[in-house]
């Protein structure tokens, strides 16, 4: 069976630090992979996504990037965090986009101090 | 850019009433999802509805998708502290061929 896993589950990163955010799927090939922000109380933001390797699509303007060097591997980075990038982030996985339901990982909270 | 309202934004209820919250969206969708995200967590795919005016039930969930294909509804009968959580409704463009999540409706329940 298809799993997604994301790390680190909590994050505590001074302004300015840079920050690298990974998430890995297993039993699943060329998976569509997504990484969101929900603010507090707050909808679901799609930050990226990505049907391949190497291509990252952005949906927002932003301090953030993605890269997805591996099949299964979808990163978020960014070089220096500021405070409005404090948030939950989710990465998820489709077998197709929109016409599959999207599989989302238990999510990083991060805070900005 | 294409937005797809849900509403409400909250709704507090007793154990044992029902509870419905509604998404619309301005252009034809494809299809939509919806997902529960219990506090604390991730959210959790429910259910998937394809055709005009169709309806899929789970136990006590009952789902719509409006015959234009523009909105759709997630009712819960005679709730439980269980169903607490934010419901989210996601619909599948047909234009842009993304998938655009609803602002999510919380529900709390009173025992």
């Known amino acids: 069976s298809q799993t997604i896993h994301q790390w680190p589950a909590t994050l505590v990163q001074p302004v300015g630090s840079p920050l690298s955010l990974e998430c890995t799927v297993e039993g699943t090939s060329n998976p569509n992979l997504y990484w969101y922000r929900q603010a507090a109380g707050r909808g679901l933001q799609l930050l990226f996504y990505s049907v391949g390797i190497g291509q990252i699509s952005s949906e927002v303007p932003q301090n953030l990037s993605a890269s997805r060097p591996q099949d299964r591997q979808f990163i978020l980075s960014s070089k220096k965090l500021l405070l409005s990038d404090s948030g939950f982030y989710l990465c998820?996985?489709?077998?197709?986009?929109?016409?599959?339901?999207?599989?989302f990982g238990d999510g990083t909270r991060l805070s900005i101090l | 850019g294409q937005q797809v309202m849900q509403i409400p934004q909250y709704q507090h209820v007793q154990e044992g009433e029902d509870f419905t919250t509604y998404c619309n969206s301005s252009?034809?969708?494809?299809?939509i999802q919806w997902y529960k995200q219990r506090p604390g967590g991730h959210p959790v795919f429910l259910i998937q509805l394809v055709k005009s005016g169709e309806v899929k039930k789970q136990k006590r969930l009952t789902f719509q998708f409006g015959e234009a294909k523009k909105n759709s509804s997630l009712h819960i009968t005679a709730t439980q502290t269980t169903d607490v959580g934010t419901y989210f409704c996601?619909?599948?463009?047909?234009?842009?061929?993304?998938?655009?999540f609803g602002q999510g409706t919380t529900l709390q329940v009173k025992p």
């Open positions: 998820a996985w489709s077998d197709h986009m929109g016409y599959q339901p999207q599989h």
């Open positions: 252009t034809t969708l494809s299809n």
């Open positions: 996601a619909g599948l463009s047909g234009l842009t061929g993304k998938l655009i």
